[in-house]
C-alpha cells in the first residue's frame, strides 16, 4: 500500500568506530537503488551489543563521520544523543514522531543480521520501517537463513522493486547484491593499533 507524499530517507545507524569508505559505499549505492532523497547515519554513542573498550569518544567518532560523508544527500546525526536513545527501535520511534510526513528506511549490512534477534524489540523495526539489507561478503548465505529474515520471510521484494521501498507499508524488507567494498571498522581499528605498536618499538 503506497503512503503519502514526503521525503525517502534512509537511516543507516552504527558506532562509525570509525567512518570509512564502506558506510559511503553502501550509502551511495543505497542513495540511488532506494531512490532517496537523504540518507542519515545516525552515529549512536554506544551500541549496547559492543564492548566499551576500543569505542573512540563519541564527538571524535561524529567528527570523523562529517569528514568523510561529503555529499549533499549525506547527513550525519547526533539524534541518539540528543534523543538519549540506546536502543534502534527507540530512536526510530523517536524520528517517526518529530517528522510525521517523511518515509524512513532502515539500512544495514548483512552482517548484522548475525546478532539482529539480539537487538531490543527487532520484530518492532521490521513492523516499523521498510528495511533494505546489503549483501555483505561472506554473509550473504547466513544472513537469508537468519531467524530475522525468516520472520519475515513472506514480505520479501525482489531487487526490481527496490526503487519502490520507501514509499511501502511495512513489513517491507529487500535483499541487495552488487559491488562490494572490502572496508571493515575492525580491520581499520586493528591497522592502526600495529601501527602505533610498531611506532613505539621504533622509538
Known amino acids: 500500500m503506497a503512503r503519502r507524499k514526503g521525503r525517502r530517507i534512509g537511516l543507516f545507524g552504527g558506532s562509525f568506530n570509525p567512518a570509512h569508505e564502506g558506510h559511503l559505499h553502501i550509502s551511495l549505492q543505497a542513495i540511488k537503488r532506494l531512490a532517496l532523497d537523504e540518507l542519515w547515519w545516525l552515529v549512536s554513542p554506544q551500541n549496547p551489543l559492543k564492548p ?3 569505542m573512540a569518544p563519541f564527538d571524535e567518532r561524529l567528527a570523523a563521520a562529517r569528514q568523510l560523508a561529503r555529499h549533499p544527500a549525506i547527513k ?3 539524534c541518539e544523543r540528543r534523543f538519549h536513545s540506546r536502543y ?11 517528522y510525521p510526513r517523511d ?4 539500512i544495514m549490512g548483512a552482517d548484522n543480521l548475525r546478532e539482529f534477534t539480539r537487538w531490543r524489540r527487532w520484530q518492532d523495526i521490521f513492523e516499523a520501517l521498510p528495511i533494505a539489507i546489503f549483501d555483505r561478503q561472506p554473509y550473504a548465505q547466513s544472513a537469508c537463513a537468519s531467524k530475522a529474515l525468516q520472520r519475515f520471510t513472506g514480505q520479501r521484494l525482489p531487487e526490481r522493486a527496490a526503487d519502490e521501498l520507501a514509499s511501502l507499508k511495512p513489513p517491507a524488507w ?6 562490494l567494498h572490502g572496508a571493515s571498522a ?4 586493528d591497522k592502526v593499533t600495529i601501527e602505533d605498536k610498531q611506532r613505539g618499538d621504533d622509538r
Open 103 to 106: 518515509h524512513f528506511v532502515w
Open 88 to 98: 534502534s527501535a527507540d530512536t526510530i520511534a523517536h524520528l517517526r514522531r518529530h
Open 174 to 179: 529487500i535483499f541487495l547484491h552488487g559491488r
Open 76 to 78: 550525519v546525526s547526533d
Open 52 to 54: 566499551e573498550r576500543g
Open 186 to 189: 575492525s580491520a581499520i581499528r
